[in-house]
């Protein structure tokens, strides 16, 4: 498990799989992994609005799995910074996703250097991952500006989206029953551990930590935040917005010779 599975299709990974690929969900998903999927305890999904990296290729499309973990990103950081930050070596693909995870993976799994990381990640990020040091839990992180939520439904199933109005789409299309007062929108700055080793999600932890946007991410956070969000869901959102914000950098004129 040293080197990432990032390039293929299909991939057992130690008791993991990964299933992805390239196009429209309706090319990629194969009806034959619904079983599997009803039958496993935690399942991460993600669709992909290309920021960083070539849309066609497997190495660039989630769910990741970067040494110890398998995780998705919604959102574009500063992968460069954390590269210098952590000495991170060099990717496999061409994402800010796989940088992350490598800082991510890079801490061991120990919550205190986990917060480091997510503390020193510049821009917007909404995360979802699972590690291999601790099998039976998914953690859920919001950094700065991306908006992450989470829902219950009836029979105790915990699920996560970016749109918190995804939920009741997606519960009447799969039979389960999400009541409106079990979502919940993630305040910026806030890393979950959810437990789900007995059949039950079980909230194993809640810690805090200092989100930092560019000053760009509150620009585009109409456009690439709360596209498709309702005016209450945004309203609601913009309450547990905390986040510092750095400034754009300044542009200086080189001073010609001859002057």
Known sequence: MASPVVSRRDVHAG???VFKGAGPFSKIWDPKLTEVLDRSPAALGHTRWATQGDTRRLANSSPLQVG??????????DALDLRDAYELPDPKGQTDTEVLMQALDQAGGVIAATLQVLESTLGRAALAWTDRRWPNLVMLARTAVS????AVDDDGNLFWASNPGWFPVAARRSGVRIQRNRIWLMPEGTLLLVDHSTGAPLLAGRHRFTAT??????RLAPIVAYRGFTK?????DQ???????LPDPVLRRSTPLWV
Request: charged fraction near 30%; aromatic fraction near 2%; hydrophobic fraction near 35%.
């Open 213 to 218: 946007a560019r000053a760009r991410d509150d």
């Open 68 to 77: 110890q973990l398998i995780g998705t990103h919604n959102g574009d950081v």
């Open 147 to 150: 908006p992450l939520a989470v």
């Open 239 to 245: 309450k547990l917005i905390s986040h510092r914000t």
């Open 15 to 17: 008791g993991w799989r």
């Open 232 to 236: 209450s869901d945004r309203a609601a």
